[in-house]
């Protein structure tokens, strides 16, 4: 079991601030596709959770996902994913 978090425009796009997945993808790559392909809605400003992807950060249970693999990275025994567009004013 694998709970996602969305945030910002993520969150918007997704429609929901999480979910949680009974049967993830082996890895953050593919989570993220079948995230994308999964997710129809769009922000104010008409991005859809595909485009947004593009420029997140992810966390895999707090872990920044470019330290242990980026979009190879296994999600085996992670529990929770976040998904964080650029964010800006600090």
């Known amino acids: 079991m ?7 425009a993520a969150r918007a796009a997704a429609g929901a ?13 593919e989570l993220v596709d079948h995230l994308a392909d999964t997710h129809a809605g ?3 400003a008409g991005m859809g959770l595909a485009d947004i992807v593009k420029r997140c950060s992810f966390l895999l249970d707090g872990a920044n996902a470019e330290t242990v693999g ?13 998904i964080l567009p650029p964010f800006a004013g600090g």
């Open 70 to 82: 980026g979009r190879a990275a296994s999600l085996a025994g992670v529990s929770r994913v976040d």
């Open 2 to 8: 694998l709970d996602v978090h969305y945030f910002a």
């Open 42 to 44: 769009t922000t104010d």
């Open 17 to 29: 601030s999480h979910e949680r997945l009974d049967n993830p993808p082996a890895t953050l790559g």
